[in-house]
């Protein structure tokens, strides 16, 4: 056993084509060792994750791939950043941390990287094909280009995202071996109302639910009857992949490995059988509100994953115009912004009292004012799990017709109780 | 005047510097993001049972780590700022936190080296001041 490299992969780690590129393959084949990989794969694409500025240390090795020469050797996009490079909204980032954030964008940019700053490529035009060999990092990036997409990706993370763009190379390890994809778990929503299903809310709930049950495995979801929408698959996954280690989900008849529940189990019986009662989703629902009782609101966090344009349509039909009593912060990337730009929707979005945050988003860089005791409202189960940790404030979860009508009323409204 | 009272061979997991300080043995698995403050290597995670105690400096016995794909990225910083441990003990290695030090030592900063051992080992080293050679050789020196 032992990694075996090819002569080429040996020639770039021993510097034939400069010192970045011979940095980043023999930190992929160090990671390869460390993870028992008899060998490297290429790779069709990359999305890094390591571009988030959380010390110095990351912009330094990212500046000394750039003065080694380094390019990526496969199409690279890039997560979400530290900073709104759009300037649409002010990131309360303070130097010297603010301008070695701002190097360490040069430097991704320097290596070849498309200035994409979303944590939805899949919804910006970068779709791998289903069954390639990808390195992409950001948990719910990885668990939808594995599991809607169906291309194959482990959970890279900082350093090995760009090592592998860099390189165009992968550990042969984890979800990139078909035997590894096979579902062993049965999460079985079919005692679950059809109207919940039917609900906006249903997705992130479950997803938190699954994640929290289902752990690092590889799991299928039965007794969904119609294919809910890419956008509540992006949901599901968020919430799964915050709560839990998950690399990839099927949903028999709605993703593509899983055409059938037996083709997801790969023929084989599953190891255990997960059957969701209406006791089960209404406590997951509850558990992602830290301020369950509370009838104060700061502010409302829409976008994590970054909005679509579909959910921006939905915020302005719910919106219709009216002018908001407490800020509603939008997430979404420049592809986005690109669109709504162009058809005069931002400016109207933002004359209600909605901001724009575009390339980032407000659990990984300080936005939200800073207040005790303030109570932020999302629909989003990934921002419910990460805001207490990260903004320090409390979280209530509603559906977004929820979210907003809080935002406009200036407290929080519960009325999909689904 | 110290002599060597107990030893344990690890297994080179990745090379680097020796290292001595007292053991740091966490009776749980660790996240190190979020778990461990990249600053000062305080262990910030306020359910873990060394909540408070510092990896800074420390022989650091690992039972277990909990996969964050960016526990590289602390430790990493911790050995840029300093704060990293004085050497690492694992029971089983975390490719992800070990590929902070694997790029540590591509920068050429002073990287600590980090071994495998049992877990069952561990105990005998809690409380004492450990020293860990570039061979993996784990030695306690009793004052």
């Known amino acids: ?418 | 005047m110290s002599k060597v009272a107990d030893t344990a061979q690890g297994e080179i997991l990745v090379a680097g510097e020796p290292g001595s300080g007292p053991a740091l043995v966490l009776s749980a698995p660790i996240s190190f993001w979020g778990g461990v403050d990249p600053k000062s290597g305080t262990i910030a995670d306020v359910r873990h049972p060394e909540h408070g105690r510092s990896v800074a400096g420390s022989v650091l016995f690992l039972p277990g780590t909990i996969g964050s794909s960016s526990a590289s990225a602390v430790l990493l910083e911790l050995v840029h700022n300093g704060h990293a441990p004085a050497a690492l003990v694992l029971h089983e290695p975390d490719a992800i936190l070990l590929l902070g030090l694997i790029v540590a030592r591509e920068m050429g900063w002073r990287t600590p080296v980090a071994v495998r051992l049992d877990r069952n080992g561990f105990q005998s080293f809690a409380g004492k001041d450990v020293s860990v050679s570039t061979e993996g050789l784990l030695e306690i020196s009793a004052v």
């Open chain 1, 1 to 418: 056993m032992g990694l075996t490299l090819t002569a080429e992969e040996r020639a770039v780690a021993d510097g034939m084509f400069g010192a970045g590129a011979a940095m980043a393959m023999r930190i992929v084949a160090e990671s390869a060792r460390l993870l028992g990989a008899p060998r490297l794969i290429p790779i069709a694409s990359a999305h890094i994750d390591g571009a988030l500025y959380h010390g110095d240390s990351g912009t330094l090795f990212a500046e000394k791939l750039v003065e080694g020469g380094a390019r990526v050797a496969v199409r690279s996009t890039l997560n979400v950043g530290a900073l709104d490079l759009m300037g649409c909204s002010r990131v309360r980032l303070e130097e010297p941390a603010r301008g070695m954030a701002r190097r360490m964008t040069e430097a991704y940019r320097r290596l070849g990287c498309e200035q994409s700053w979303t944590c939805a490529p899949y919804q910006a035009g970068h779709r791998p094909d289903f069954g390639t060999d990808v390195a992409w990092g950001e948990s719910n990036a990885v668990v939808f280009c594995n599991s809607v997409l169906g291309a194959r990706t482990n959970r890279y993370g900082d350093f090995l995202d760009i090592a592998s763009a860099i390189t165009g190379r992968a550990p042969d390890y984890g979800l990139h071996r078909p035997e590894n994809r096979r579902a062993t778990l049965v999460f079985d929503v079919s005692a679950l109302p059809t109207t919940f299903l039917a609900s906006e809310i249903a997705w992130p709930v479950l997803g938190s639910l699954y994640g929290r049950e289902v752990g690092n495995a590889v799991g299928v979801v039965v007794g969904v009857d119609t294919h809910p929408g890419e956008d509540a698959l992006k949901a599901f996954g968020a919430a799964a992949a915050s709560s839990g280690a998950v690399g990839l989900f099927h949903i028999a008849g709605v993703t593509p490995e899983a055409t059938t529940l037996a083709a997801a189990l790969g023929g084989r019986e599953p190891e255990a059988v997960i059957r969701v009662t209406k006791e089960m989703a209404a406590k997951a629902r509850a558990s992602l509100s830290t301020a369950a009782a509370s009838d104060r609101l700061d502010a409302v966090a829409i976008g994590s994953p970054h909005l679509s344009l579909a959910e921006f349509d939905a915020l302005e039909r719910l919106v219709a115009g009216r002018r908001l009593a407490v800020p509603i912060y939008a997430c979404t990337g420049r592809h986005a912004l690109a669109e709504l730009d162009r058809a005069g929707r931002r400016r109207a979005l933002e004359t209600s009292g909605i901001t724009i945050v575009a390339d980032t988003c407000v659990v990984v860089t300080p936005i939200l004012p800073e207040r005790l005791g303030a109570v932020l409202m999302t629909n989003s189960g990934k921002f419910a799990h990460y805001a207490p940790g990260n903004t320090g404030y409390a979280v209530l979860y509603g559906s977004l017709r929820d979210c907003v009508e809080s935002a406009a009323s200036g407290r929080p409204v519960f009325t999909d109780l689904a």
